[in-house]
């Protein structure tokens, strides 16, 4: 799985940006294309836009099995969409925008999402400066567990990770 073309020839590199997305959808069923190239600049920890074999075992590690506190850095990292150590409401918008549908006889889909993310504030922007920092995030999460992936799924179901683990297991046991 881990194989890449080069000068016309397989050699084990890594997974290029196109090849990790087509893994998440199609292994984890991920579908939001925003969310899938957080994941893998979050995986791509030498941002040389290809994740190797080490990259690839320690971003599964914590995406499959982390800890509370790996999976809430993990995904306070793939929601600070800029990079800058803070979601602000224009991050949240973004990751929520497409998450309503639009029925004529209802509210605009972008003033529902605004709407969400007033109510988000509220609940976890603890020192009320318009925007979530890490320890503002982490505290909101550790007070509500759903909060872990508010803006987005960004980690495995429970089914897909199984799933992913047994598959892995039983090709591991043929070699």
């Known amino acids: 799985m881990l194989v890449a073309k080069s000068?016309?020839?397989?050699?084990a590199v890594g997974f290029d940006q196109?090849?990790?997305?087509?893994?998440?959808?199609?292994?984890?069923?991920m579908t939001d294309d925003i969310l899938m190239d957080r994941v893998f600049c979050i995986f791509d920890r030498d941002h040389d836009n290809c994740i190797n074999v080490m990259e690839w075992v320690e971003g599964l590690s914590i995406f499959l099995r982390g800890t509370l506190e790996e999976r809430?850095?993990?995904?306070?990292?793939?929601?600070?969409?800029?990079?800058?150590?803070?979601?602000?409401?224009e991050e949240m918008f973004q990751l929520l925008k497409n998450s309503f549908l639009k029925h004529p006889s209802e509210e605009d889909p972008n003033e529902a999402a605004k709407d969400l993310i007033d109510i988000v504030m509220k609940?976890?922007?603890?020192?009320?400066?318009?925007?979530?920092?890490?320890?503002?995030?982490?505290?909101?999460?550790?007070?509500?567990?759903?909060?872990?992936?508010?803006?987005?799924?960004?980690?495995?179901?429970?089914?897909?990770?199984?799933?992913?683990?047994?598959?892995?297991?039983?090709?591991?046991?043929?070699l």
């Open 18 to 29: 196109n090849m990790f997305r087509d893994a998440l959808h199609c292994t984890f069923g």
């Open 123 to 174: 609940l976890m922007d603890y020192d009320h400066d318009g925007r979530l920092s890490f320890t503002d995030f982490e505290k909101a999460v550790r007070v509500e567990n759903l909060l872990l992936e508010a803006f987005g799924p960004c980690l495995p179901d429970i089914k897909s990770s199984m799933a992913f683990e047994e598959k892995t297991f039983q090709e591991t046991r043929k």
């Open 72 to 89: 809430i850095k993990y995904c306070f990292e793939v929601y600070d969409l800029n990079q800058d150590g803070y979601i602000s409401r």
């Open 7 to 11: 000068s016309g020839r397989s050699t």
